[in-house]
């Protein structure tokens, strides 16, 4: 072996073993990372709101869904209970909104916690086969559920409006005066709504899956009798899951009734619209912060582009391929393969425990 081949490999053994740049919690850095990602959030959010109807109507639908799907991710994607049937907790909540406001006259704005409401009561008793059931069994039983909505809204013709559907009035859905917006920016007044309150649901999930339960509901997910041999109680965790999971449904179909006016069942409440958000979980990301929002992305955006390349079931099927593609590329969805390509440049781990006042060292 020659001087420069000794000199050499040293150099090169050093290269290859060169990991990723480690930031820890709480860090400068990384505190440098979470105030650069807020402050892009925040001009993406002000470029939306300067954009034309259309296109700001289209931010708008993604906000709506993304908050469904997050609804979706409690159950599916933390605990584990697949569930094909969310479309009637979206269509619940969007027809607790138009009840309200068309029969009632309640403010549209108070019709949002009225519909969380109902759809939390309504998710819990819907949760209890969950105790015995799971799998592609409890799918069956959302399935149902799913599928009986439009015939139950049908049955109520009185109250609902049936098959022909339930109008809400430009005028019932005029923005608040303190809002400062008038009836022609209603657009521009609904946008910020459902912005607002996707932050306030990715806020609140965020906090719920980071704490005690969050790590129990994972446990259950992963390993029902190694949860209930560590004490979490499987019953409750399931039911209040599924009754949490509705409600912020429920809210996402408070806001689509603002947003859409005119409520249909058999057109946007079928079993389609539980597979669409199912789909947009799946594609985004199940058991993530940020899934929810790219799969909402992926179902209002790759339809409406595909519709542009063919007209019918040729667009059907160019929408699958993509989905398709998604899939194959990213099979832990969109958030798990951008997370898998970061973790090879920069890696974030949890931060040194602060000592607690008062301890000394011995």
């Not at 619940?92 to 403010?107: C, F, I, M, N, R």
């Not at 259950?220 to 009754?243: L, Y």
Request: proline share 4%; hydrophobic share 55%.
């Amino acid at each position: 072996m020659t001087t420069e081949m000794r000199e050499s490999k040293p150099a090169t053994d050093k290269a290859s073993t060169k990991g990723p740049i480690v930031i820890r919690r709480g860090s400068r850095a990384h505190t440098m990372m979470l105030g650069v990602g807020a402050v892009v959030a925040v001009l993406i959010i002000l470029w939306g709101s300067q954009l034309a109807p259309f296109n700001q109507g289209q931010l708008t639908r993604v906000a709506i869904f993304a908050i469904a799907i997050a609804g979706l991710n409690v159950a599916t994607g933390y605990v584990g209970l697949l569930s094909v049937g969310h479309s009637a907790f979206f269509g619940l909540g969007a027809y607790t909104t138009g009840v309200l406001v068309v029969k009632y006259e309640w403010d549209p704005l108070m019709t949002i916690p009225a519909a969380l409401v109902l759809c939390l009561i309504v998710g819990l008793l819907v949760g209890l086969p969950a105790l015995r059931i799971r799998g592609l069994y409890l799918a069956m039983v959302t399935l149902a559920f799913g599928v009986a909505f439009p015939e139950i809204i049908a049955h109520f013709d009185d109250l609902t409006g049936g098959a022909e559907g339930m109008t809400i009035r430009r005028q019932q859905l005029r923005p608040p005066d303190w809002s400062g917006f008038t009836l022609g920016e209603r657009g521009q007044w609904l946008y910020w709504l459902c912005v607002v309150v996707l932050i306030i649901v990715m806020w609140a999930v965020h906090n719920l899956v980071r704490g005690r339960y969050g790590m129990a509901m994972i446990a259950v997910r992963e390993n029902e009798i190694a949860a209930s041999a560590s004490g979490i109680d499987i019953a409750v965790m399931k039911t209040t899951a599924f009754g949490v999971s509705g409600a912020i449904t429920g809210v996402g179909g408070s806001l689509f009734a603002m947003y859409i006016g005119s409520l249909f069942a058999e057109g946007s409440f079928t079993l389609l619209a539980g597979i669409t958000l199912l789909i947009g979980l799946v594609i985004g990301g199940e058991a993530t912060r940020s899934g929810p929002l790219l799969g909402a992305l992926a179902v209002v955006f790759v339809p409406y582009y595909t519709a542009e390349l063919g007209q019918g079931q040729v667009a059907a099927v160019l929408f699958a391929v993509v989905l398709i593609l998604v899939i194959f590329v990213a099979p832990a969805g969109i958030v798990g393969g951008i997370t898998k390509a970061v973790r090879k440049v920069v890696v974030v781990t949890p931060g040194i425990p602060r000592k607690p006042e008062g301890v000394t060292k011995t």
